[in-house]
């Protein structure tokens, strides 16, 4: 499985994020600012508070987190099965 290396707050609600297999770059979550949950990145120094949870998630708190393999295909642009090819395979024989 590919995994988040580094994780890193930058300018405009966007964070910079680097993985496992080298890829690395940044995803701009600016479209979800100020929205439910989401609204807590409208404080100060609130954003950047940003790390990667000892359960691989992107993380603020307990309460508000990203899925690491869902900024993973938006970073890089791959598919669910470019990206995790053997996830097919286990969902058709669930």
Not at 36 to 54: C, L, Q, S, T
Request: charged share 25%; aromatic share 8%.
């Amino acid at each position: 499985m590919i995994r988040p290396t580094g994780v890193k707050a930058t300018e405009g609600h966007r964070l910079w994020l680097e993985y496992s297999d080298g890829s690395a770059g940044e995803v701009d979550l600016s479209h979800l600012s100020g929205i439910g949950v989401f609204a807590v990145w409208n404080d100060p120094g609130r954003f950047e508070e940003v790390h990667i949870a000892p359960h691989e998630a992107i993380a603020w708190d307990d309460a508000l987190e990203l899925c690491p393999d869902a900024l993973y295909l938006t970073l890089t642009g791959k598919s669910v099965e470019e990206a995790m090819p053997g996830v097919r395979a286990l969902t058709e024989n669930a």
